[in-house]
């Protein structure tokens, strides 16, 4: 039975993943686009903090690569910046998952701000005051993300 449970989990896990970058690339009239969460970069921090040795750096380049095809940006920019948050995540998953969900939201829009920067690098995109919103809708979504991933998690038994 626990071999099972072990061979489902990874499935949850891409579904989580692919239901995030459908969450991404569903249009938005211009005036609602720039609140958009970064739900692909949320959706692998909790999986990162939850099972650190089923979700890394190696996954989460991955993913961004996916996302940069799918997204037609710089190709292997998402793939860094995806990479590098998950890192970070890796290296104080410890610490992040003792805080109380109010400072894991501060985190997450550290960690979203953080991956802003880095996506605005290869962008012509001018930082105005829409940068900040998308951190700030993510920190915002956070309790509500972890809320329903952490019920997945225990529903199905992902371990």
Do not use: C, K
Not at 11 to 29: E, H, K, T
Not at 44 to 70: E, K, N, Q, S
């Amino acid at each position: 039975m626990a071999d099972n449970r072990a061979r489902h989990g990874g499935g949850f896990i891409i579904a989580s993943i692919f239901f995030s970058i459908v969450l991404m690339l569903i249009p938005l009239p211009d005036f609602l686009r720039f609140f958009r969460p970064e739900f692909v970069a949320l959706t692998l921090i909790y999986w990162t903090m939850a099972l650190p040795r089923h979700v890394g750096v190696g996954y989460a380049w991955l993913v961004g690569l996916f996302m940069d095809l799918v997204m037609g940006g710089a190709l292997g920019l998402m793939a860094f910046s995806y990479a590098f948050i998950v890192y970070l995540v890796l290296t104080f998953h410890l610490q992040l998952r003792q805080y109380p969900i109010w400072q894991q939201a501060i985190s997450i829009f550290s960690l979203v701000l953080l991956l802003q920067m880095l996506l605005l690098l290869t962008s012509p995109r001018v930082a105005d005051w829409n940068f900040w919103l998308p951190p700030f809708v993510s920190m915002m979504l956070w309790p509500a993300i972890y809320t329903i991933l952490r019920s997945v998690r225990r529903t199905f038994h992902v371990s």
